[in-house]
């Protein structure tokens, strides 16, 4: 039985009558541009996210990239951030006239290292970028510490409503950074039907700042009192968004059972080293991401048995050919570079069924002859 590593058209069978609802209630008003859904959108992820203001925009990266312009990251800046995360971390960064400084990572969450991060702080160093990886939250109390009172984004393009207990209290992705960014690309586990993303404050001034900086750099037509951009979150897209958001703590929950169970099926299995979870936090599983030394065996092995897979992410990003300039060399972030050597994430998704689930299990087993 082949499985896919991502099924959205069993996700979709799901809600179908729910999106075709939302989708023509906004063709029937004929809105499409910052209509009612965007709101209401905007609201519900504020709430979600126990943050004061949410903002919608085009895409997780335009959010990094509007993030970092509402702090005044600009030329001659440095940002901290991770290499071994998705290309829009450091892309964003890049594309302000910033210059990314990366450090390595932990090897157990894969997320960016505090201790590291602390000791990359400089003059020049303007702001802290953290990943929630694979959907649990970063460290936030420590790299805020460590960022020594700079601003921290939280890139949570892969954690909305991931959480984690810090101080005894139950915080949320995005609620203790400086500015928390989403993606609703449409493999999250909040995804749209296209593009879109959103960043979310506690900070009224900043609030003020993205809200011109997404529609050319003023809130009254016609007036700009910064220069900003086009990057306004679809109509379509935030209606199918807030419909879909009510089963999002569902599929949530479902993913974690469905690691529960991989973790179970490979306990016996010591070539396997399944995800590490932090005690703090509450992971949503975007990813189920194992190690394995035979990575690429093990690959080759799936994908002759029909068995869905991904490398999130192969290259480190200080590796990457465009980043060259920053005058980065192999060796010299040994764990995000053995990261990228032996991680493979498998399926995880809501609608997986136990056969299927006993079908990716006996596939890796068997290539490791148990």
Same mark, same amino acid.
């Given at each position: 039985?082949?499985?896919?590593?991502?099924?959205?058209?069993?996700?979709?069978?799901?809600?179908?009558?729910?999106?075709?609802?939302?989708?023509?209630?906004?063709?029937?008003?004929?809105?499409?541009?910052?209509?009612?859904?965007?709101?209401?959108?905007?609201?519900?992820?504020?709430?979600?996210?126990?943050?004061?203001?949410?903002?919608?925009?085009?895409?997780?990266?335009?959010?990094?990239?509007?993030?970092?312009?509402?702090?005044?990251?600009?030329?001659?800046?440095?940002?901290?951030?991770?290499?071994?995360?998705?290309?829009?971390?450091?892309?964003?960064?890049? +594309?302000?006239?910033?210059?990314?400084?990366?450090?390595?990572?932990?090897?157990?969450?894969? +997320?960016?290292?505090?201790?590291?991060?602390?000791?990359?702080?400089?003059?020049?160093?303007?702001?802290?970028?953290?990943?929630?990886?694979?959907?649990?939250?970063?460290?936030? %109390?420590?790299?805020? /510490?460590?960022?020594?009172?700079?601003?921290?984004? %939280?890139?949570?393009?892969?954690?909305?409503?991931?959480?984690?207990?810090?101080?005894?209290?139950?915080?949320?992705?995005?609620?203790?950074?400086?500015?928390?960014?989403?993606?609703?690309?449409?493999?999250? +586990?909040?995804?749209?039907?296209?593009?879109?993303?959103?960043?979310?404050?506690?900070?009224?001034?900043?609030?003020?700042?993205?809200?011109?900086?997404?529609?050319?750099?003023?809130?009254?037509?016609?007036?700009?009192?910064?220069?900003?951009?086009?990057?306004?979150?679809?109509?379509?897209?935030?209606?199918?968004?807030? /419909?879909?958001?009510?089963?999002?703590?569902?599929?949530?929950?479902?993913?974690?059972?469905?690691?529960?169970?991989?973790?179970?099926?490979?306990?016996?299995?010591?070539?396997?080293?399944?995800?590490?979870?932090?005690?703090?936090?509450?992971?949503?599983?975007?990813?189920?991401?194992?190690?394995?030394?035979?990575?690429?065996?093990?690959?080759?092995?799936?994908?002759?048995?029909?068995?869905? +897979?991904?490398?999130?992410?192969?290259?480190?990003?200080?590796?990457?050919?465009?980043?060259?300039?920053?005058?980065?060399?192999?060796?010299?972030?040994?764990?995000? %570079?053995?990261?990228?050597? %032996?991680?493979?994430?498998?399926?995880?998704?809501?609608?997986?069924?136990?056969?299927?689930?006993?079908?990716?299990?006996?596939?890796?087993?068997?290539?490791?002859?148990?």
């Amino acid at each position: 039985m082949p499985v896919p590593l991502l099924d959205l058209k069993a996700q979709h069978a799901t809600i179908r009558e729910d999106m075709v609802a939302a989708l023509m209630a906004v063709v029937d008003q004929q809105s499409f541009i910052l209509g009612d859904a965007v709101g209401q959108l905007e609201c519900s992820v504020a709430g979600l996210s126990q943050t004061k203001y949410a903002i919608g925009c085009a895409n997780g990266t335009d959010a990094l990239l509007l993030a970092l312009r509402a702090l005044n990251v600009g030329r001659d800046d440095e940002v901290v951030t991770t290499p071994f995360t998705f290309f829009a971390t450091a892309g964003a960064i890049h +594309n302000v006239g910033a210059k990314p400084v990366f450090v390595d990572i932990d090897p157990r969450t894969f +997320n960016i290292a505090p201790d590291a991060v602390a000791a990359a702080v400089g003059g020049r160093t303007k702001a802290v970028i953290a990943v929630d990886l694979f959907g649990q939250m970063a460290a936030i %109390e420590q790299l805020t /510490a460590a960022a020594k009172g700079l601003p921290v984004i %939280e890139d949570a393009a892969q954690s909305i409503g991931a959480r984690r207990v810090i101080n005894g209290s139950q915080v949320m992705a995005g609620e203790a950074a400086t500015i928390g960014t989403f993606s609703f690309f449409p493999s999250k +586990n909040l995804g749209a039907y296209g593009d879109g993303g959103m960043m979310v404050t506690q900070d009224e001034a900043l609030y003020e700042t993205l809200m011109k900086l997404r529609v050319h750099g003023g809130r009254r037509t016609y007036f700009h009192e910064i220069v900003g951009y086009n990057s306004r979150l679809d109509t379509l897209q935030a209606a199918v968004l807030h /419909a879909k958001l009510p089963y999002l703590e569902t599929w949530s929950g479902a993913r974690r059972k469905n690691a529960a169970y991989y973790d179970a099926a490979f306990s016996d299995v010591p070539e396997v080293t399944v995800p590490y979870i932090d005690p703090a936090n509450t992971s949503i599983y975007n990813q189920y991401t194992i190690r394995v030394a035979a990575r690429d065996g093990l690959q080759a092995h799936l994908k002759l048995a029909g068995i869905g +897979n991904s490398v999130y992410y192969p290259l480190p990003l200080h590796l990457q050919p465009c980043f060259a300039y920053l005058g980065y060399s192999d060796g010299q972030f040994p764990e995000s %570079e053995r990261a990228a050597k %032996e991680v493979l994430s498998l399926p995880v998704y809501p609608e997986l069924t136990t056969a299927q689930l006993d079908e990716v299990i006996a596939a890796v087993r068997t290539y490791f002859g148990r």
